[in-house]
């Protein structure tokens, strides 16, 4: 079907240039190789260098490389498997999401997708707000600034309408900017965890001092373990990059002489990415957690020392000078503002796969650009509310983090029942995590239900703003179907009469043409055929008709599915006539009850008064009254 429409301005053109084609999904121009995407996810996962050793400190102090140690493993044996698999189930970026979407029905699995999207939200809009943040600490902290710069939420501001516009400009300076950024921020780590290891080998006494403060802390070493593994939630914040390490699968180059084998490419790939980041992140984690733990002293890393949130570039600037100290500091601003990077990348593919495809969101929320200017609005929103605190953010971030990485093990868990001895585990070991951080900081939960409810309703009045848009992604007819229509062009006379889905009968048919032809002049030479839309699944909002002919004893029928009736004929019209080059004429019975019931019936369920609510669609849909299809109510 064609509906005319007004040819973009050269600005809109630029402004929705990106926009997502839903049929497919899997082809991006800006899929790039998967190490270079790695950095891209990197710049947040690997940031958390910047702060986890002051947290793991302040938490568990002389446990802190213990209770590292555990988060290790969970993430190289819990967070990495469960993640794998999530890769492989959904290869176009959709997360655990669509596994639980798709296992839900109906708007029991849409409404499990709104909540999490409202988690991931948190998670990844704090992760802007929160990195950029601290990126403004370690500029203020610097020896070097100038005192005119102290002014934490002032340049927090700045920091991210900068993530904002480098946006704007595309994905692919995105890319190449965190490669380069990663490259210098691993670089300078490796130089300082090297560097205080080996100061560790010559002064052996620290180990013995820290063994001391050990043992003064817990004397078992059994308890000493479950203690770690009872502190550990405390430390979860470095688990923080997986779930946008699958976000941005969309821009994971797979090579393949077919689509399928792409796809498959993608998803090896997807899981190089995985699992480099993770065992990067695992090694430098604790190699960093062994030297602060060892050479910092305790009271630098009290919350207001020195070394509060900033624990190795103490280190760098203490023991390598202010010079190296301030590359070092440049490199952590850097990856710190970019660390929102792989967050906004991540929301720009989650939102136009799930939201625009509910009708919750409007059309344009597939484009990136207007995405981009909308997430950077909130982000800019949430750094004002908060000051730009980055403990005031804490809680939020892990609360989103924490959520999403326990429904990622859920749905695998459902998705894959004969490995749940596996997965299982895995899932209790997160839901509990969960459970500990809600506990302990349920600020957290309160700042997601904020998210979660904006996004509900803002979901639910776009779906009712949107109603009666057209609804139809296209047309398909069997082999009956198809010879009414050609049958209908050669005539080129079309009478179509809606008729609501009963016995099926031809007796039915014979009562429903006789009350037409007494309440209309229907031309004698017109081919007349009844049309029968049931509802299908509510929940969604657009669908492909598939139109099947029917022959009932001389009555000729086409009988389809469709989420909204009103809409489905509406689009149907249009469509018989693009094929056949004539004008139908559809035909309604007035609709008994109180209009204001059969209005909420149609935006819940959508039925309701047909004729007037098609009449409507089809006004929208094509703006020239002349070859607009005519809809008749007697």
């Given at each position: 079907m064609t509906v005319p429409s007004r040819p973009p301005s050269g600005l809109r053109r630029w402004f929705l240039n990106e926009l997502t084609d839903a049929q497919d999904q899997g082809t991006r121009k800006h899929a790039d190789a998967w190490w270079k995407v790695m950095c891209l996810t990197g710049v947040d996962y690997f940031s958390t260098l910047g702060y986890q050793p002051s947290i793991a400190f302040l938490a568990a102090g002389a446990l802190a490389p213990i209770a590292t140690l555990v988060l290790v493993l969970l993430t190289l044996?819990?967070?990495?498997?469960v993640y794998h698999r999530i890769a492989a189930l959904s290869p176009h970026g959709q997360g655990s999401l669509s596994i639980l979407e798709e296992r839900l029905?109906?708007?029991?699995?849409?409404?499990?997708?709104?909540?999490?999207?409202?988690?991931?939200?948190?998670?990844?809009?704090?992760?802007?707000?929160?990195?950029?943040?601290?990126?403004?600490?370690?500029?203020?902290?610097?020896?070097?600034?100038?005192?005119?710069?102290?002014?934490?939420?002032?340049?927090?501001?700045?920091?991210?309408?900068?993530?904002?516009?480098?946006?704007?400009?595309?994905?692919?300076?995105?890319?190449?900017?965190?490669?380069?950024?990663?490259?210098?921020?691993?670089?300078?780590?490796?130089?300082?965890v090297g560097y205080e290891l080996v100061q560790v080998a010559i002064h052996p006494e620290v180990i013995q001092d820290w063994r001391a403060a050990l043992f003064t802390q817990q004397s078992n070493p059994l308890l000493m373990l479950l203690l770690a593994v009872w502190l550990f939630p405390k430390l979860a914040l470095g688990l923080s990059g997986f779930e946008t390490g699958v976000a941005i699968m969309p821009l994971v180059a797979g090579d393949g002489a077919t689509p399928e084998e792409a796809l498959e490419a993608r998803v090896r790939n997807t899981r190089k990415l995985l699992t480099a980041a993770a065992v990067i992140m695992s090694i430098m984690l604790t190699g960093?957690?062994?030297?602060?733990?060892?050479?910092?002293p305790a009271e630098a890393m009290a919350m207001g020392g020195e070394a509060s949130g900033r624990a190795l570039a103490y280190l760098a600037h203490r023991d390598l000078g202010d010079v190296f100290g301030t590359i070092?500091?440049?490199?952590?601003?850097?990856?710190?503002?970019?660390?929102?990077?792989?967050?906004?990348?991540?929301?720009?593919?989650?939102?136009?796969?799930?939201?625009?495809?509910y009708g919750m969101a409007p059309d344009w929320a597939r484009a990136t650009r207007p995405l981009v200017l909308i997430?950077?609005?909130?982000?800019?929103?949430?750094?004002?509310?908060?000051?730009?605190?980055v403990n005031a953010q804490g809680g939020a971030y892990a609360t989103g983090v924490l959520m999403l990485m326990t429904s990622a093990a859920?749905?695998?868990?459902?998705?894959?029942?004969?490995?749940?001895?596996?997965?299982?585990?895995?899932?209790?070991?997160?839901?509990?995590?969960?459970?500990?951080?809600?506990?302990?900081?349920?600020?957290?939960?309160?700042?997601?239900?904020?998210?979660?409810?904006?996004i509900i309703g803002a979901s639910l009045v776009s779906r009712v703003m949107r109603s009666t848009e057209l609804r139809i992604e296209g047309v398909e007819y069997d082999a009956l179907a198809e010879e009414l229509v050609n049958e209908a062009a050669r005539r080129q006379s079309l009478r179509i009469i809606a008729n609501r889905p009963d016995t099926g009968s031809h007796d039915e048919y014979a009562?429903?043409?006789?009350?037409?032809?007494?309440?209309?002049?229907?031309?004698?030479?017109?081919?007349?055929?009844?049309?029968?839309?049931?509802?299908?699944?509510?929940?969604?909002?657009?669908?492909?008709?598939?139109?099947?002919?029917?022959?009932?004893?001389?009555?000729?029928?086409?009988?389809?599915?469709?989420?909204?009736?009103?809409?489905?004929i509406a689009g149907l019209l249009l469509d018989l006539r693009d094929r056949t080059g004539t004008t139908p004429h559809a035909y309604f019975g007035w609709t008994e009850g109180n209009p204001i019931t059969y209005l909420l019936r149609f935006l819940a369920f959508g039925e309701g008064d047909t004729a007037p609510v098609c009449r409507e669609v089809l006004r929208q849909a094509e703006s020239d009254p002349e070859t607009r299809p005519r809809i008749h109510v007697g």
């Open positions: 044996f819990g967070a990495l498997p029905p109906r708007w029991k699995g849409k409404g499990a997708v709104l909540v999490l999207l409202g988690f991931a939200a948190t998670s990844f809009i704090i992760t802007m707000t929160l990195s950029a943040a601290d990126a403004t600490a370690h500029i203020i902290e610097n020896p070097f600034v100038p005192h005119w710069m102290d002014h934490q939420v002032g340049v927090t501001l700045v920091l991210l309408t900068a993530l904002g516009a480098v946006f704007l400009r595309g994905f692919k300076e995105a890319i190449w900017l965190a490669v380069a950024l990663v490259a210098v921020y691993l670089t300078v780590n490796i130089v300082v960093s957690s062994i030297v602060t733990t060892l050479r910092v070092y500091d440049l490199a952590t601003i850097g990856t710190l503002w970019f660390a929102g990077a792989s967050a906004m990348a991540g929301l720009l593919n989650l939102v136009p796969q799930y939201l625009p495809r997430i950077t609005g909130m982000a800019l929103v949430v750094t004002m509310v908060f000051d730009a605190d859920v749905a695998v868990s459902i998705a894959v029942p004969n490995r749940r001895k596996i997965y299982v585990p895995i899932a209790i070991i997160f839901a509990y995590t969960t459970m500990v951080n809600i506990v302990e900081r349920p600020e957290g939960l309160q700042i997601a239900t904020w998210f979660i409810v904006t009562h429903k043409l006789d009350e037409a032809l007494r309440s209309h002049h229907l031309p004698g030479d017109a081919l007349i055929l009844f049309l029968e839309v049931r509802p299908g699944d509510t929940s969604d909002f657009s669908n492909r008709l598939k139109v099947k002919g029917a022959d009932v004893g001389g009555m000729y029928v086409l009988r389809c599915t469709s989420v909204a009736i009103p809409n489905a």
